[in-house]
């Protein structure tokens, strides 16, 4: 499948649309979609729609998991990068970080970012944990819009999700806390960001549910 772009225009913003077309087009019987591009492609907005369960249309019971590759020039790196990403018998899979590096920070950096490590789980701060749902928000302040918003969409637990982050003060990651949980307009009473259980999710309906997490 081909598809001409206008040469003037961001190239970022067309990957999704065409995602969503194959998806739409194809009916693919594949159940997961592995998305390659360069850096250029990657942007937060890219990574985050890739980084989630979709359901294939509106005629399919089919979910399609949709992950993503970045490519990295190794040649770019910093001459210790180089050494780190080259040593023998390295593994993003068993190895992610390097052995000077606090692993809690990093895996903070890469889930406010929008990148994943094989066998780490969560986008935009939202994870399972044993079948639950949870809210552990790290986006920095820009990645909220003019209004403090940031939302995503995305499948857990055979679930359709809308999860909406309030940041109406405008503070950055570190400063903020979790202050209420809505979902799907009740207050839930919660002190670990916890959304629900794993009981709760399969008694829900087939519908999408909001999620709206105010920060404080």
């Not at 995503?152 to 400063?175: A, C, D, M, P």
Request: proline letters at 3%.
């Amino acid at each position: 499948m081909r598809q001409i772009c206008p040469g003037n225009r961001n190239e970022q913003i067309s990957l999704r649309p065409l995602e969503n077309k194959i998806i739409k087009d194809f009916c693919l019987d594949t159940s997961t979609i592995t998305v390659c591009t360069d850096a250029g492609l990657a942007s937060f907005d890219n990574r985050a729609f890739n980084a989630q369960v979709k359901n294939a249309g509106k005629d399919s019971n089919k979910n399609i998991k949709l992950q993503y590759i970045t490519i990295q020039p190794i040649k770019t790196l910093a001459k210790n990068e180089q050494d780190w990403a080259l040593a023998p018998g390295r593994s993003f899979v068993s190895n992610p970080i390097k052995a000077d590096e606090n692993q809690e920070l990093v895996m903070a950096q890469l889930d406010r970012e929008g990148w994943k490590c094989d066998g780490y789980e969560g986008v935009f701060g939202i994870k399972g944990k044993l079948g639950a749902l949870f809210a552990e928000p790290k986006l920095m302040r820009e990645q909220f819009d003019k209004e403090g918003n940031a939302e995503i969409t995305l499948w857990f637990q055979g679930k359709h999700w809308r999860i909406l982050y309030k940041n109406v003060s405008g503070k950055e990651y570190g400063e903020y806390t979790i202050g209420s949980i809505y979902l799907d307009g009740n207050l839930l009473k919660q002190t670990t960001g916890q959304i629900a259980d794993i009981e709760e999710i399969h008694a829900l309906d087939d519908s999408i549910h909001e999620v709206i997490i105010e920060l404080q």
